[in-house]
């Protein structure tokens, strides 16, 4: 931990040498109280962001810090154990009872040449522009994207990244993530292509060691002033078998309104296993206050929050100072009624 | 003589042919003009992480580190016709406030990271409001975009905005002096 601020000094006293540098983070801290198991629960998640170039865009790094804290449930062993010692946070890392893993989620240098056609990114990466998402999220909404369970497009890991930009709206890239023997998962490769106000098309691929081929591909529609429908498919492996899902995402905006709703139907091998998942929300937004109702319905998918079949919520945020606070109420048919209430400041 | 008794036939026959290959009379000249932006024409964007017209608030960083702020500008185009327009370039008159092009802007956003929810959010939203880095195709009518500026904390005017635009195909400047 130690050594990690140190470092982390180090690099801000380094960046400060380059032309452009962008220090931002938060730190969040949240509460849930649930009427059903009459628990309280508190975790907390630290961010900082470090970003540098030079003063011409042609070179520079990207890293993130951060911790999250797993969730702290007084009273209650959350091992059989009774250690407490081997709980996960929010992003399955194994953290220490209550206490912020900080770690370096990424951290990577890149460099552009030929007036940014050809792009060169290594270190710990940070890739995700090859996939689409539901945009509106808060703490339990936002759980459809383009992404497999491969979780192969979001890499933040140690990897090589190649992008080639020959045209205004095209990119392609290629991935290497070394590992001991070559196989088909070290290479992955994105494509992204914008035609303006009218399409984008967004697909990535790469293959698993028995020959699979993992993949995601979506279209995005924009010829409609205000509104976007992706629509897309994802290919899988659940582990023994080839899996193969279809998704779509449409969104809408009115002024201060914004709609949308996501939905996913997952075929198996085994069709008793396949199953659909479906998720909405309507959002207010002005200048002083946000507030959204939101409905989610899981059918045997496990995507939903906590392993409710349905669930539905409303919540407000309230801009303070430099940060954020939201409260919420969320119904749901396993957890029942549960209050979750967070403050957010930006430092 | 006779070839006058069709002279009535042959002039209307002129007049309604020069109507119909003449310029529309509504048809005018597309018009493109620029102001500020004021906080209502970004209120519905949100706030914090997520508002990409609203300069990043730290609470410790910014007065150890420096903060960025922005001069956002909003491009008004008045279209009778179809017509393509393009943004190539923009100067704010003082060094060390740059015009950024919408790649550059989402990148600017990028650097500040956040939730990866509010990322998203924040990536549509400058897709559907930023002027575009390409030439966009208009139709009748008018339509408007934001642009931007980014220099150092505090900014301070006076600001002689200049902006290069390309119609169907002419160049076109377009200025704006603010105090």
Known sequence: MKKLFVLLLALIVAASAFAQLTVAGYDKAKATFNSDSKEGAYSDEIRFNLTAKDADGKYGFSGRFQGTSGTYTPGVDIDADGTNDDIVNEDGDAVV?????????YM???????????????????????????????????NLDSETDADFVDIRTQSMELTVAPMAGLSASVIYTPNDTI???????????SVENLLNVKAMMTGNAAGDILGTFGAE???????????????????????????????????????????????????????????G????????????????YNDKMDLAEAGNEYLIGAELSIPVGSGEFNAGFNYGDATKVSVPVYLKIAF | MRALRFLPFLLCLALVASCASAPSAAGGELSVSLRRAASSDFKNYGW????????????????????????????????????????????????????YD???????????????????????????SYFPPVPVKLGKG??????????????????????????????????????
């Open chain 2, 102 to 128: 919408r790649t550059a802007f989402t990148e600017f956003w990028d650097a500040f990271d956040g939730y990866d929810q509010d990322i998203k959010l924040r990536r549509t939203r400058i897709a559907r």
């Open chain 1, 183 to 193: 196989t088909g998962t070290d290479l992955k490769y994105g494509v992204a292509y």
């Open chain 1, 97 to 105: 009872f209550a206490k912020n893993d900080f770690v370096v989620k």
């Open chain 2, 142 to 179: 008018s339509s408007s975009y934001f642009i931007a500026f980014v220099g150092k904390y505090p900014l301070k005017g006076p600001f002689d905005i200049r902006a290069d635009f390309l119609v169907n195909g002419e160049r076109r400047e377009v200025e704006l002096h603010l105090d």
């Open chain 1, 221 to 279: 529609f924009v010829g409609v002033e205000n509104l976007s429908a992706v629509a897309g498919l994802k290919l899988d492996n659940d582990g023994t078998d080839p899996v193969m899902a279809v998704y779509s995402i449409v969104g809408y905006t009115m002024d201060a309104l914004f709609f949308e709703v996501a939905g996913q139907y997952l075929f198996e091998t085994d069709l008793v296993e396949s199953g659909y998942y479906f998720e």
């Open chain 1, 281 to 296: 929300n309507a959002e207010y937004t002005v200048e002083t206050y946000s507030v959204r109702a939101f409905g989610q």
């Open chain 1, 108 to 142: 990577y240098g890149w460099a552009s040449f030929f007036d940014g056609m050809l792009k060169l990114s290594a270190g710990r990466i940070n890739e995700g522009g090859y996939q689409f998402g539901a945009n509106e999220a808060n703490s339990i909404q936002g």
């Open chain 2, 48 to 99: 914090g992480f997520s508002n990409p017209y609203i300069p990043f608030k730290g609470l410790i960083l910014d007065k150890l580190l420096g903060r960025a702020d922005l001069l956002v500008l909003v491009v008004e185009i008045e279209a009778p016709a179809k017509a393509e327009i393009q943004l190539l370039g923009a100067q704010s008159g003082q060094a060390g406030l740059d015009y």
